[in-house]
């Protein structure tokens, strides 16, 4: 029960220390979280309430199933952006049909999830490697905060990937409102200046460090209880300024999505990439989080939590959640000591669902634009396309392939494009896999590479170095290596493979290494194996190659060196 129910762990010695913790990190988070929460749902083109709504049950169920003691679970950018990108190809912004396809995509993601860690699947997410993340994230932080200039400059926009959202605002430069530009502008500025200025300013004046942390991260809070307040004061929505409205009070109902054959065909795929990269996203931070206080997370049961999030949120009325960086980070340094944080945190938000939504009724759009904007162009990271490519040209493709398919083509097509190079670029790579003809280091065990290093060789032995397992797509590669050595090497008697870096021997390089082995032997050469580690050797010992084997395999390298060399004629 402790495996899928962690609660259980860490409820028997819940402590009065670890509630006044919780709580103060919940006071915390929530106040964080209701901007957030709002600002999301419009981003993922819902009802402000909707972004309320998902935060409430699914953080209960974070605290019922998650591993991490400080992941703050809710809507993100980056999946809020993925929502609206999927849903506004099947159904109209603002109708009932686009409100039901978000919620399934929430259901069909918390399903996929939770059978994914039923089965232990984590190890999928490896599929998604760093530079395709990277690019996928700057990208979506860019197209994100493109989206948002039409509530920042009051005009109408649309598109999916950034060049239409940029012809889209173009079109619409002549409508630019003034009043709503100018509160948004300030909104901006004030955001970078507090993120930027307001900690160092803080600290100069001897407040704690994690207190000037807070402080600075309550930016938007400051920024929306102003805006409201003014236009409120200024009856700005009188002047053509947009607002957010009424927005319902009160707890959601519990829904159930309308589900048709045709609308999970074509949300199906969207689910798995959203899944997939919220999985990511939420397993990145609690583990960072997790390992500053020595603790420890199981990806596996997180795939059941995160799962249980959102199918928690599809059930009240939300959409796609996943474990936030900012706020997970917040409540981290608030000091929330177990999951029940959150719990407490569902609490606040369903109390400001209930009673604090009037508050909101003069809350600008172009202030919530402003705050999606100053966050979400932190995680635009252009300087990795650099760094990357002079590490790795293979990664660094990838990278700014995905970069750019994400950018003009939409988020969705981007990550399968960005999946799909890498996957053939380490096909690529080790299709040609590292090798070298190594000699012996003079009065040592030691063997390098010949063209690296002056060592000893016999014109009778060659002793060849691979540095990758061997399958189907590298099975060429090293017959051809090994026929143009012994073109090369007219005296060749012996030919040793040397293997410490071979981990796995497929069953097409199986059949290659026999036809290497028959080959060899008709021209008068031995092909041995050295340093074969062992999982290696009982796949062999379960094929007859062994047997048909023309040589010995040796335990290292060195003895088949001695046995060899010394049997050599002078």
Known sequence: MQRYFPILQWLPGYKCADLAADLLAAVIVTIMLIPQSLAYALLAGLPAEAGLYASILPLIAY???GTSRTLAVGPVAVVSLMTAAVVGQIALQGSIGYLNAAILLALISGLM?????????????????????????SASGLIIAASQLQHLLGVEASGHNLWELLQSLWQSRHDIHTITLALGAGSVLFLLLVRRGLKPALLRLGCPVSLADLIAKAGP???VIGATALTAWLNLDTQGLRILGAVPAG?????????????????????????TIGFVESVSVAQTLAAKRRQRIDPDQELIGLGACNIASSLSGGFPVTGGFSRSVVNFDAGAATPAAGAFTAVGIALATLFLTPLIYFLPLSVLAATIMVAVLSLVDLGAIAR???????????????????????????????????LLLYLHRTSRPHSAIVGRVP??????????????????????????????????FLEDRIYAQMATQKTLRHLILMCPAVNHIDASALEA?????ARLQDAGIELHLSEVKGPVTDALRNSDFLQHLSGRIFLSTYQAWKALHDSLPD
């Open 63 to 65: 605290a019922l199933f």
């Open 113 to 137: 999830l939770l059978t994914m860690g039923l089965l232990r699947l984590g190890f999928v997410a490896n599929f998604l490697s760093h530079p395709v993340i990277s690019g996928f994230i």
């Open 221 to 223: 809070i400051i920024t």
């Open 251 to 275: 707890l959601p109902a519990l829904t159930i999505p309308h589900v048709s054959l045709a609308l999970l065909e074509q949300l199906w795929l969207p689910a798995l990439l959203i899944s």
């Open 388 to 422: 990357t490519w002079r590490y790795s040209r293979h990664d660094g493709l990838a990278l700014l392939a995905t970069l750019l398919a994400t950018l003009l083509t939409g988020v969705t097509s981007g990550v399968i494009i960005g999946v799909v190079l890498s």
């Open 443 to 476: 009065d040592s065990e030691h063997f390098r590479n010949v063209q690296r290093h002056a060592v000893e060789t016999d014109p009778a032995l060659c002793i060849l170095r691979i540095d990758e397992g061997l399958y189907f797509a590298n099975t060429r």
């Open 513 to 517: 290494l026999e036809a290497i082995n």
